[in-house]
């Protein structure tokens, strides 16, 4: 064509193209050289968009899992801290494991011995572990721990049997005994100190029947102690002595009942106590009978009259809001009062000792056992940690 300027490079590649498209095999592998490049670079984009997309899904995974071991652990405080919460509540010390259980967990709580600050303050380390299971799996547990005075009840026990209203003996037969029964050595106030035999205000002691073994002997027959009657205080100055608080007891805001016999019914200690427990009993009648079935341990607490008949036997306390009649072959080792309802302007009858051969002895280890149930624990101020 005239006119038309031809440059060397463009001819060049001119005739390289038409060279191209005159060869067929050519053009193909320049085809497939521009086809090769652009699958690399979406393979290469799948797996960057795959990377981000498993990164993402890691990262949200983990924080999912983050936050249900977060919940978990959350939970398992709570449900230790309940517990907690609880077993300070029942305001006694019990030694064995007690295990809590709540719709989210549960907590297991027991108590390691520290130190006997003296007869009657022992310091104790709480131990709390509350557990959650984790609805995608796994255990999440919260182990808390505090310091604990635990001071028995302040009773102050001065006879084997206080009977503010007066006491009936009637006969010769039975024994009251104020002389310690504890063997030395048994608990830390064993042997430690001696009690009236009976303890009643002056002129209120009543007996039917001679000297011990048909005349002839100490009197009052079958009452030893030291002395073996006191009448030094009056109805009232006896109840106020004993610092018993009464009320307290019968309404739970003293000492919480582990068995209330209107609503719990009347425990079995074969069943229902634990060997070592030494349970409160508040038997919330005007009225109880007590027999061989009713025997055992603790504090037996009743809110009116209490008579007791058969072969009964008791260790430790026997707090009885009303008049106490006692027939039979009954044993009670430990410490009885009577007529705990004047304190509450109530009235209350002369105690009864029937017939039968019953003893009556003060026990200090009894007594002790019982009133270390009815005591409270105290947490020790900045005590409190969590155990890793």
Same mark, same amino acid.
């Given at each position: 064509?005239?006119?038309?300027?031809?440059?060397?490079?463009?001819?060049?590649?001119?005739?390289?193209?038409?060279?191209? %498209?005159?060869?067929?095999?050519? $053009?193909?592998?320049?085809?497939?050289?521009?086809?090769?490049?652009?699958?690399?670079?979406?393979?290469?984009?799948?797996?960057?968009?795959?990377?981000?997309?498993?990164?993402?899904?890691?990262?949200?995974? @983990?924080?999912?899992?983050?936050?249900?071991?977060?919940?978990?652990?959350?939970?398992?405080?709570?449900?230790?801290?309940?517990?907690?919460?609880?077993?300070?509540?029942?305001?006694?010390?019990? !030694?064995?494991?007690?295990?809590?259980?709540?719709?989210?967990?549960?907590?297991? =709580?027991?108590?390691?011995?520290?130190?006997?600050?003296?007869?009657?303050? !022992?310091?104790?380390?709480?131990? !709390? =572990?509350?557990?959650?299971?984790?609805?995608?799996?796994?255990?999440?547990?919260?182990?808390?721990?505090?310091?604990?005075?635990?001071?028995?009840?302040?009773?102050?026990?001065?006879? %084997?049997?206080?009977?503010?209203?007066?006491?009936?003996?009637?006969?010769?037969?039975?024994? =009251?005994?104020?002389?310690?029964?504890?063997?030395?050595?048994?608990?830390?106030?064993?042997?430690?100190?001696?009690?009236?035999?009976?303890?009643?205000?002056?002129?209120?002691?009543?007996?039917?029947?001679?000297?011990?073994?048909?005349?002839?002997?100490?009197?009052?027959?079958?009452?030893?102690?030291?002395?073996?009657?006191? +009448?030094?205080?009056?109805?009232?100055?006896? $109840?106020?002595? @004993?610092?018993?608080?009464?009320?307290?007891?019968?309404?739970?805001?003293?000492?919480?009942?582990?068995?209330?016999?209107?609503?719990?019914?009347?425990?079995?200690?074969?069943?229902?106590?634990?060997?070592?427990?030494?349970?409160?009993?508040?038997?919330?009648?005007?009225?109880? %009978?007590?027999?061989?079935?009713?025997?055992?341990?603790?504090?037996?607490? !009743?809110?009116?009259? $209490?008579?007791?008949?058969?072969?009964?036997?008791?260790?430790?306390?026997?707090?009885?809001?009303?008049?106490?009649?006692?027939?039979?072959?009954?044993?009670?080792?430990?410490?009885?009062?009577?007529?705990?309802?004047?304190?509450?302007?109530? +009235?209350?009858?002369?105690?009864?000792?029937?017939?039968?051969?019953?003893?009556?002895?003060?026990?200090?280890?009894?007594?002790?056992?019982?009133?270390?149930?009815?005591?409270?624990?105290?947490?020790?101020?900045?005590?409190?940690?969590?155990?890793?």
């Amino acid at each position: 064509m005239r006119g038309m300027v031809r440059y060397p490079h463009q001819r060049s590649e001119q005739s390289g193209l038409e060279a191209s %498209a005159r060869d067929p095999l050519k $053009l193909r592998e320049a085809r497939r050289g521009e086809s090769g490049f652009a699958l690399a670079a979406v393979l290469l984009a799948l797996i960057a968009l795959t990377a981000i997309a498993t990164a993402g899904h890691l990262h949200s995974n @983990t924080d999912y899992r983050i936050n249900q071991n977060h919940r978990a652990s959350v939970k398992a405080f709570y449900v230790a801290d309940a517990a907690r919460s609880q077993f300070m509540g029942r305001g006694r010390v019990w !030694t064995d494991t007690v295990t809590y259980n709540y719709t989210d967990g549960t907590a297991r =709580v027991w108590l390691d011995t520290l130190l006997a600050v003296d007869d009657s303050s !022992t310091l104790y380390r709480l131990n !709390t =572990v509350g557990s959650h299971s984790s609805p995608e799996g796994g255990l999440a547990a919260r182990h808390l721990s505090s310091v604990l005075l635990h001071k028995v009840a302040g009773f102050s026990v001065n006879a %084997a049997i206080t009977s503010p209203p007066g006491l009936q003996k009637n006969g010769v037969a039975g024994d =009251v005994d104020g002389h310690d029964a504890a063997t030395l050595g048994s608990c830390s106030v064993a042997g430690s100190e001696d009690v009236a035999g009976i303890a009643l205000p002056q002129g209120t002691f009543t007996m039917a029947g001679g000297g011990k073994g048909g005349g002839g002997g100490p009197w009052p027959p079958g009452v030893t102690g030291n002395p073996a009657i006191d +009448s030094t205080q009056t109805a009232m100055q006896l $109840l106020l002595d @004993t610092g018993i608080d009464w009320q307290g007891i019968l309404d739970g805001s003293f000492a919480q009942a582990d068995f209330v016999v209107s609503q719990d019914g009347y425990p079995s200690f074969a069943a229902d106590v634990d060997v070592d427990e030494w349970p409160l009993i508040v038997a919330d009648y005007d009225y109880f %009978a007590a027999g061989p079935g009713h025997s055992g341990r603790g504090t037996l607490a !009743t809110a009116g009259d $209490l008579d007791i008949n058969g072969n009964f036997h008791w260790d430790g306390l026997i707090l009885v809001g009303g008049t106490l009649t006692s027939n039979g072959v009954e044993t009670v080792q430990g410490a009885v009062v009577t007529g705990l309802n004047l304190l509450l302007g109530g +009235s209350a009858g002369q105690t009864d000792l029937g017939n039968g051969t019953w003893i009556y002895a003060y026990h200090s280890c009894n007594v002790l056992n019982a009133l270390g149930a009815i005591g409270w624990p105290v947490e020790e101020p900045g005590t409190w940690f969590e155990a890793m």
